[in-house]
């Protein structure tokens, strides 16, 4: 249970929300103690599957959104959590549960922020777009966000600002042959061999580094996975090359798969999964107060996150969090204690400068 102690202390309750299991799909009992916390603290709750949103009224003239998902990657022998020092270990600590549990512990113990606060605790971020608590959230309740003129989300950054997202695109490139005895293969047609044109066009591609106020997206085209063969005495009459094309925000989602046809042109093509980046969203005033109150340089996001959704809906949005990114998803995922407690006294100040 999330006891007021632990609620109080960000270092806590990071161990305690690392220590409910929560992979995706499984979000009910961690969803459940989420409610239960916020059930006493005057916010306005509501629940939508076991995604948790927690709403100040205070009548501030203007309002920002704190958001953070609740669902880990599966178990890798990383769990429960664990400390050596000073770093935690365990699924989740640094990808996001950390982050999440800064959003909880403000939400919990600053009564008189001077923003009006959403508070967005949500489900399923790991797992495919449809399943995306933030998604069905932004579908079937836009209100509850829009209404926001900035939304941080506090995505492992290793305590740095990163600044908007990059897009993402995922290509089924095909090959078809004519399947023969491989005793016999100049009866057939090789797919496997007819895909080497599509790994040299990736293997020789440069890609473009674009720089955005100030924030360096790099850009990548790669092949993820492939797959063909019928068995180890057939010549293949198909092959699938799955590449992944990381694009800066510069390109809409539309310029996006009209470069990855002119990369592989001649090749039969399936756009499988599309998300657009995010500009980085520097000019808002409460971006620009979030950024003072940090006193650090930002940085290019190099991945995607639910920024983007932020800022398909209008509302600026920037990365901020504890966590380490190169360590999410890996079995020795850690984080610093001395960088939860940092992170919160960051978005803590932000959130009162002035109140």
Known sequence: MLTRDVLEDPVALTRALVDIESVSGDEAEIADQVQHA????????ERFGHTIVARTELGRPERVVLAGHLDTVPLNDNWPSRTEGGLMHGCGTSDMKAGTAIALHLAVTEQAP?????????ECEEVDSARNGLKI????RPELLTDASFALLLEPTHGLVEAGCQGTLRVLARTAGRRAHSARSWL???AIHKAAPILRSLQVYEPRTVVIDGCEFREGLNAVRIGGGVAGNVIPDE????????FAPDRSEEQAAAHVREVLAGFELEIVDSAPGALPGLDAPAA?????????????KLGWTDVARFATLGVPALNYGPGDPNLAHKQDEHVELDKIVEGADVVRRWLTAGA
């Open 38 to 45: 916020l059930g006493g603290t005057g916010l306005k709750v």
């Open 114 to 122: 001077r923003h009006d606060v959403t508070y967005v605790f949500y």
């Open 137 to 140: 959230l932004a579908d079937k």
């Open 188 to 190: 057939g047609d090789n």
């Open 239 to 246: 092959c699938v090359v799955e590449v992944n094309f990381r």
């Open 288 to 300: 620009r107060e979030f950024l003072a109150a940090i006193g650090q340089p930002r940085r290019a």
